[in-house]
């Protein structure tokens, strides 16, 4: 395996890391915004005590909200994760790498771009290489760093202690009547 292909690999395991972290952050949204939705389509119904059809309406509004919640917040990443649709390329990965790593800035980026330019040049793939040993010991997959989705589970807290101080006071039995309502409408 040459110094290039190993870039090459250490980029595609960081784009795996990135829409894996990305598929993390995209949970914690899709619970958080899904969450909170549904306790304002249960106020709604519950303040306005719909007709059915206005109920069936809002049945089906919240509905297709979760499923372009899923869409956009898991099946997105996921898809991307496993390469059946297309995110993020090597050079735009290079520059997320370079953002993280002052050491590597532009090179990896440069290395990328000279071998599109030059594919079949000696001597530019002999300084392809060169620079390709040079960021052999840098792990570009440290540049993702898992941690920095802690900051959405703080929104997420917000719908779960609703929830958790109406289930704790004892009227929980309303949200199970709206419940009902709403979906046998």
């Known amino acids: 395996m040459t110094n290039y292909s190993l870039i090459l690999s250490k980029i595609h395991k960081f784009t795996q890391k990135f829409y894996l972290n990305e598929l ?57 994760l496993f390469g059946l649709k297309n995110g993020i390329n090597e050079q735009q990965a290079s520059r997320i790498i370079g ?31 060169q620079k390709a040993n040079t960021l052999k010991p840098f792990s570009f997959q440290s540049a993702i760093n898992f941690e920095s989705n802690k900051k959405y589970i703080k929104y997420l807290l917000i719908p779960l202690s609703f929830w958790l101080l109406i289930f704790l006071s004892g009227y929980n039995f309303i949200f199970s009547c709206i419940y009902n309502r709403l979906v046998l409408h």
């Open 24 to 80: 993390l952050k995209g949970a914690i949204l899709f619970a958080t915004i899904g969450l909170l939705y549904f306790f304002l389509t249960l106020f709604v119904e519950y303040f306005l005590w719909l007709k059915p059809i206005y109920r069936t309406f809002l049945f089906w509004i919240f509905i297709l909200v979760e499923l372009s919640l899923i869409y956009k917040f898991i099946l997105i990443p996921i898809l991307r």
């Open 99 to 129: 953002k993280h790593f002052p050491d590597i800035d532009d090179k990896l980026l440069n290395m990328l771009q000279l071998h599109d330019l030059y594919p079949d040049s000696e001597l530019v793939l002999a300084s392809i290489d």
